[in-house]
């Protein structure tokens, strides 16, 4: 069975590689980026299985890039890694694309689990966003 392909992209560089650590145990980390414009460029390139995005690096900001995957068929699974704990934040992930959506206070528990639940086509918010969000979050 082959390990589902994962891109990142932060622009904090500790950040990408404490999830490229945590990934690489079941899956495979194909790259890790910086900004959205090279995330943009680099899927058509890379044809990841997983995008990993943060909602704040720059122009265009991650909900953006998720916007922009969608309009142009990209069919990668998109999560957000991010300090945003907005519902406001979680709604818009959501209506962009996004079928999962970590806080990164709680990275080392919730990107793997939010990974492989991804990949089976479930939803997954951390906690306690899931709790306050209305919508059906299965964990």
């Given amino acids: 069975m082959n390990r589902p392909c994962i891109l990142l992209a932060d622009d904090n560089s500790s950040i990408l590689q404490l999830a490229r650590r945590l990934l690489n145990t079941e899956f495979t980390v194909v790259s890790s980026l910086s900004d959205g414009r090279t995330v943009l460029s680099e899927v058509q390139n890379l044809h990841p299985d997983i995008i990993v995005l943060d909602i704040s690096m720059g122009e265009p900001n991650g909900i953006e890039v998720a916007r922009s995957l969608r309009e142009s068929g990209?069919?990668?699974?998109?999560?957000?890694?991010?300090?945003?704990?907005?519902?406001?934040?979680?709604?818009?992930?959501?209506?962009?694309?996004?079928?999962?959506?970590?806080?990164?206070?709680?990275?080392?528990?919730?990107?793997?689990?939010?990974?492989?639940?991804?990949?089976?086509?479930?939803?997954?918010?951390?906690?306690?966003?899931?709790?306050?969000?209305d919508c059906n979050v299965r964990q």
């Fill in 74 to 133: 990209c069919s990668a699974k998109i999560l957000f890694l991010t300090v945003h704990q907005s519902l406001d934040y979680v709604q818009a992930a959501l209506a962009a694309g996004a079928c999962a959506y970590v806080i990164k206070s709680r990275m080392n528990s919730d990107l793997v689990p939010a990974v492989r639940a991804a990949c089976s086509g479930r939803l997954f918010v951390s906690q306690p966003l899931a709790a306050r969000n």
